[in-house]
């Protein structure tokens, strides 16, 4: 039996990783009295889930008591080599008296110690002047991470209910599709969001996918809508750049009538919604660099889908990915965006990547427009990294 000894850390990904790359039989945490009970119950069910290990078993220990350490420790080690154990201490995430006594007991049988580097995913074994080691005796397994399984971990669960359909993701036609609406929206900055908002109130389908308006009834709207698409010279040239695209078919807009067809169902439901583009084109460039991405992510804060008569709290992150061990959250912000809506989408972010993604988690602000620099600094404070995504190289 092969018997991994760590401290149960804060960081969910600290007391796995060990596991997802090693085949464990058995894991013993040593860990303080205060642990909640969620979160190693989070972490066992994803060690026997996914890692295959067989057995969990925490045992607290005192806070300040060394020599209560070193007994609490020294009767689990000695009960496994009456089991005929191979043992292995792992510090990864451990704290001070913990260590101390992890050092001391490694020295005194002769038991290989190592650490994980989570951020580079690598491991790095500790001398103890002699040959045993992980890495040569036990045998390799890899779990990667994928966003169920490392949100499983950190107690959550994704409510994939409330998943959108335009949001499910990979289809390549669509995301080449995607790619030529973000070219439109970004020559367009100032008038995308007014031009879909302009759409979905005034020129809903009248059938299937297709949109026949009266120029009189659509001159009116333009009119009476006080916005800068007051005349049909910028709707027409963003309905015939997206007709060049092949988004919109059989577009025309001459003899006094605006007639067109979306490509399809989901064509429509990303023009109809402004800041889908931007998500989308998001979602899209982190596809090309990460193991797993979500677009349009609702994260249950305790694990638990209610039905109809609960009431679950949720957020909703634009865009998540995992690379690695490191999941990065993402917000997108197409338009103007006041200080309080600046301000509320920082704190917003910090919120869900601290209860979902731990002190390893990547928080990012995709932005449409610049960000002042008080805002900008404000970013840097809370380790949030901006983002401008204008039309750019990126899209070409």
Same mark, same amino acid.
């Given at each position: 039996?092969?018997?991994?000894?760590?401290?149960?850390?804060?960081?969910?990904?600290?007391?796995?990783?060990?596991?997802?790359?090693?085949?464990?039989?058995?894991?013993?945490?040593?860990?303080?009295?205060?642990?909640?009970?969620?979160?190693?119950?989070?972490?066992?069910?994803?060690?026997?889930?996914?890692?295959?290990?067989?057995?969990? =078993?925490?045992?607290?220990?005192?806070?300040?008591?060394?020599? %209560?350490?070193?007994?609490?420790?020294?009767?689990?080690?000695?009960?496994?080599?009456?089991?005929? %154990?191979?043992?292995?201490?792992?510090?990864?995430?451990?704290?001070?008296?913990?260590? *101390?006594?992890?050092?001391?007991?490694?020295?005194?049988?002769?038991?290989?110690?190592?650490?994980?580097?989570?951020?580079?995913?690598? #491991?790095?074994?500790?001398?103890?002047?002699?040959?045993?080691?992980?890495?040569?005796?036990?045998?390799?397994?890899?779990?990667?991470?994928?966003?169920?399984?490392?949100?499983?971990?950190?107690?959550?669960?994704?409510?994939?209910?409330?998943?959108?359909?335009?949001?499910?993701?990979?289809?390549?036609?669509?995301?080449?599709?995607?790619? $030529?609406?973000?070219?439109?929206?970004?020559?367009?900055?100032?008038?995308?969001? #007014?031009?879909?908002?302009?759409?979905?109130?005034?020129?809903?389908?009248?059938?299937?996918?297709?949109?026949? $308006?009266?120029?009189?009834?659509?001159?009116?709207?333009?009119?009476?809508?006080?916005?800068?698409?007051?005349?049909? %010279?910028?709707?027409?040239?963003?309905?015939?750049?997206?007709?060049?695209?092949?988004?919109?078919?059989?577009?025309?807009?001459?003899?006094?009538?605006?007639?067109?067809?979306?490509?399809?169902?989901?064509?429509?439901?990303?023009?109809?919604?402004?800041?889908?583009?931007?998500?989308?084109?998001?979602? $899209?460039?982190?596809?090309?660099?990460?193991?797993?991405?979500?677009?349009?992510?609702?994260?249950?804060?305790?694990?638990?889908?209610?039905?109809?008569?609960?009431?679950?709290?949720?957020?909703?992150?634009?865009?998540?990915?995992?690379?690695?061990?490191?999941?990065?959250?993402?917000?997108?912000?197409?338009?103007?965006?006041?200080?309080?809506? *600046?301000?509320?989408?920082?704190?917003?972010?910090?919120? =869900?990547?601290?209860?979902?993604?731990?002190?390893?988690?990547?928080?990012?602000?995709?932005?449409?427009?610049?960000?002042?620099?008080?805002?900008?600094?404000?970013?840097?404070?809370?380790?949030?990294? *901006?983002?401008?995504?204008?039309?750019?190289?990126?899209?070409?």
């Amino acid at each position: 039996m092969v018997v991994v000894y760590e401290f149960f850390s804060n960081e969910a990904i600290e007391n796995v990783i060990t596991c997802m790359h090693f085949k464990v039989d058995k894991v013993v945490f040593f860990e303080y009295y205060d642990v909640r009970r969620d979160k190693k119950e989070n972490v066992k069910r994803f060690l026997e889930r996914y890692c295959g290990v067989q057995t969990v =078993v925490f045992q607290p220990l005192p806070a300040n008591d060394l020599q %209560a350490v070193l007994k609490a420790m020294e009767n689990e080690i000695r009960y496994e080599l009456d089991q005929g %154990a191979r043992f292995y201490f792992d510090i990864t995430g451990g704290e001070s008296l913990i260590l *101390v006594a992890f050092g001391m007991l490694a020295r005194e049988y002769k038991a290989p110690m190592h650490i994980y580097d989570i951020e580079k995913d690598r #491991l790095i074994e500790l001398d103890s002047g002699f040959d045993a080691a992980v890495s040569r005796e036990l045998e390799t397994q890899e779990v990667k991470l994928n966003l169920e399984s490392f949100i499983g971990l950190q107690g959550g669960v994704i409510n994939w209910r409330q998943h959108k359909g335009i949001k499910g993701g990979g289809d390549p036609e669509f995301l080449e599709d995607v790619t $030529k609406i973000w070219r439109i929206a970004g020559k367009y900055t100032d008038y995308w969001n #007014l031009f879909t908002d302009f759409l979905r109130k005034n020129m809903v389908p009248d059938q299937d996918l297709s949109v026949d $308006k009266p120029a009189s009834q659509v001159l009116n709207a333009l009119l009476t809508s006080h916005t800068k698409l007051h005349t049909p %010279a910028m709707l027409n040239s963003i309905l015939d750049e997206l007709a060049d695209e092949g988004i919109l078919l059989d577009v025309n807009h001459r003899y006094g009538n605006y007639h067109f067809r979306f490509k399809n169902q989901s064509i429509k439901e990303c023009i109809w919604e402004g800041g889908s583009i931007l998500e989308l084109y998001t979602f $899209k460039l982190e596809m090309e660099t990460s193991q797993d991405c979500g677009v349009g992510i609702h994260l249950d804060w305790d694990g638990v889908i209610q039905d109809r008569r609960g009431i679950d709290v949720l957020n909703e992150i634009d865009v998540l990915s995992i690379r690695g061990n490191i999941p990065t959250f993402i917000s997108c912000k197409s338009g103007n965006m006041s200080t309080q809506q *600046v301000l509320h989408a920082l704190y917003e972010l910090e919120t =869900v990547a601290s209860r979902f993604g731990g002190k390893y988690a990547r928080k990012v602000l995709v932005t449409a427009r610049e960000l002042g620099d008080v805002y900008l600094e404000r970013a840097v404070e809370m380790g949030v990294e *901006v983002r401008p995504l204008f039309l750019s190289e990126e899209s070409s």
